[in-house]
């Protein structure tokens, strides 16, 4: 069975520290992988999609960075974190080329002080 | 540019009333609607879809309905129980825009479900 996992599930760090979450996918192949933030009143926002290694598309402009150096494995990054960075960071995936949905890891809750 | 908007922040609903959940859209291109279901500290589970082909799909206690003239779509949740309680999100896509898969989501309704 397929599933999808995101670590650390909780990180607080200092303005200006580096960040790296990452996200992994098991029992599937050539997925598409996702990156959403969910802020204060801000819903569920997109950041990142990648359809295959190397690819990264952004959403919005921002701090943060993506990366895909492996089939399974979705990235995120910044060099130097905002305050505005803090919220609740989720990964997902498309399930396979014939869903609709997408499914979530369970998330990482990032403070920034 | 929120394309998605759920307008109301919250709801409240006693234990075995209807729950009616409501979100518009703006962008006509989406032809797939979704509604998630969110505990805190959780990502989202999947709960329901409609696809613009259809105004109505029914799963158990679960009912979306969709107006796409209006852009407007709704959940219902009869009868409603505490274990309801949640932040539901809507969500949208445009599947004829290339294999991305991408949701653009609306900023969550958070219902609670009273005994």
């Known amino acids: 069975s397929q599933t999808i996992h995101q670590w650390p599930a909780t990180l607080v760090q200092p303005v200006g520290s580096p960040l790296s979450l990452e996200c992994t996918v098991e029992?599937?192949?050539?997925?598409?992988l996702y990156w959403y933030r969910q802020a204060a009143g801000r819903g569920l926002q997109l950041l990142f999609y990648?359809?295959?290694?190397?690819?990264i598309s952004s959403e919005v402009p921002q701090n943060l960075s993506a990366s895909r150096p492996q089939d399974r494995q979705f990235i995120l990054s910044s060099k130097k974190l905002l305050l505005s960075d803090s919220g609740f960071y989720l990964c997902?995936?498309?399930?396979?080329?014939?869903?609709?949905?997408?499914?979530f890891g369970e998330g990482s809750r990032l403070t920034v002080l | 540019d929120q394309q998605v908007k759920q307008n109301s922040p919250s709801l409240s609903v006693q234990e075995g009333r209807i729950s009616i959940l409501n979100c518009d859209y703006t962008n006509s291109m989406f032809d797939y609607f979704l509604w998630y279901k969110k505990y805190p500290a959780e990502g989202p589970t999947f709960l329901i879809s409609?696809?613009?082909?259809?105004d109505k799909n029914e799963d158990g206690r679960f009912t979306v309905f969709l107006n796409k003239s209006a852009k407007h779509l709704s959940l219902h949740i009869v009868p409603s129980q505490p274990g309801d309680s949640a932040v539901y999100f809507c969500?949208?896509?445009?599947?004829?825009?290339?294999?991305?898969?991408?949701?653009?989501f609306g900023q969550g309704t958070t219902l609670q479900v009273k005994p």
């Open positions: 969500a949208a896509s445009d599947r004829g825009s290339g294999n991305t898969g991408k949701l653009i």
């Open positions: 997902a995936w498309n399930g396979g080329p014939a869903t609709g949905e997408l499914f």
């Open positions: 409609i696809s613009s082909i259809k």
């Open positions: 990648s359809v295959g290694i190397g690819q």
């Open positions: 029992g599937t192949s050539n997925p598409n």
